[in-house]
């Protein structure tokens, strides 16, 4: 019965669900593995002392796991040079994050200050807080950049946090990661106006684990499916057999006999 047309289709079809789940799982898998690392490194990192800029940082690209190191620098913002980087998203509403380039001894590193809501109207720019002209000392964290989005805003505007395309719009070469900023002092102990600060990373696994093995006892479905069609329809074909005895005459089997102490034993 296994190896006529219709059930070797079927079982065809259950062997292809079955790689697919196993590919699918593999990719939820894949996926729970990042976020668990990401979640790694900032735990590692986000509430620990923090590190000199240059000890950590240089021209060349931050390694991934450097990422959300905590570090603090002495320098000076170059406000002229101001850059908004377009819908980004605060507690569900959608303004800009505001970068400067703060000049250090080790060199010129791109700043995020914080985020500041849309203007009333999208042909308006939002007011937004200026950075220090004084001599600053700020903490933070490092970001890697951003991958281009392939999009060419305005003047003083960037699409993403690519170092790349926002060191075109400033004087001078930048480092190799960006700083989310945590706190800023000036000389005098003071803290500046400044936008509003970011939100904490987000360290949360999501579903994705759950998902990948429900994906991977998903394999065995299609199987179990088919297996199930393959013994209905062969006590089907048991019954049919049975009709057609009786139909044509063949006495029907007879019932079982059972003796006086069967029945008392039962």
Do not use: C
Request: glycine content about 10%.
């Amino acid at each position: 019965m296994l190896i006529s047309r219709r059930w070797l289709g079927a079982l065809a079809v259950a062997l292809g669900f079955a790689v697919a789940a196993w590919f699918l799982g593999q990719w939820q898998w894949h996926r729970y593995e990042a976020k668990a690392a990401r979640a790694d490194r900032i735990n590692s990192h986000y509430e620990a002392k923090p590190q000199p800029l240059a000890d950590v940082l240089g021209e060349t690209p931050m390694p991934l796991s450097e990422e959300w190191t905590r570090v603090t620098a002495t320098g000076r913002y170059a406000a002229d040079q101001t850059l908004l980087v377009r819908n980004r998203p605060y507690e569900g509403t959608y303004g800009y994050e505001v970068l400067v380039p703060f000049t250090t001894d080790a060199g010129t590193v791109l700043v995020d200050r914080g985020w500041v809501q849309n203007a009333r109207s999208a042909e308006s720019l939002p007011t937004v807080p200026p950075a220090p002209t004084d001599e600053v000392t700020l903490t933070g964290w490092l970001r890697r950049s951003e991958p281009s989005l392939g999009r060419t805003p305005p003047a003083g505007q960037v699409a993403s946090i690519n170092l790349t395309e926002a060191g075109r719009q400033v004087d001078e070469p930048l480092l190799g990661a960006y700083v989310v900023l945590e706190v800023e002092r000036l000389p005098d102990g003071s803290a500046p106006p400044r936008p509003t600060a970011l939100e904490a990373p987000d360290t949360g696994l999501g579903p994705h684990q759950a998902y990948a093995f429900q994906w991977w006892l998903a394999m065995v479905g299609g199987f179990v499916l088919v297996g199930f069609g393959v013994r209905r329809e062969y006590r089907d074909g048991l019954d049919d057999t049975d009709s057609g005895a009786v139909a044509a005459g063949a006495a029907p089997p007879r019932p079982k006999k059972v003796r006086i102490w069967d029945e008392e034993d039962g």
